[in-house]
């Protein structure tokens, strides 16, 4: 699997964990990042990186996903944050 159908598979866990009730803290996590100016497609994208990296962690570690791990990094999440196509991070002013 290349690495764009694996990020749609992520966004696509994004948009299921946004609707079910056992994740509601991944969409608090939405809300907040959206209600600072994050658009709907740049949160969900973040939110899929976080997820990735946590599912990778998990591989790595050969262990369960690591739930607590996972909210942390939804919470670390900076809404000024952007990802420029080069995938580099560009900060905005506050």
Excluded: H, N, W
Aim: hydrophobic share 35%.
């Amino acid at each position: 699997m290349d690495d764009d159908a694996f990020f749609q598979d992520l966004l696509a866990a994004v948009e299921q964990q946004l609707a079910a009730p056992q994740t509601r803290y991944v969409a608090k996590a939405f809300e907040r990042l959206t209600s600072k100016g994050m658009s709907p497609e740049d949160a969900k994208e973040r939110i899929a990186a976080c997820l990735g990296e946590e599912t990778d962690a998990m591989y790595r570690r050969k262990s369960g996903f690591d739930e607590k791990s996972y909210r942390q990094k939804l919470d670390a999440i900076d809404p000024g944050e952007r990802f420029e196509p080069d995938g580099e991070p560009d900060v905005e002013a506050p």
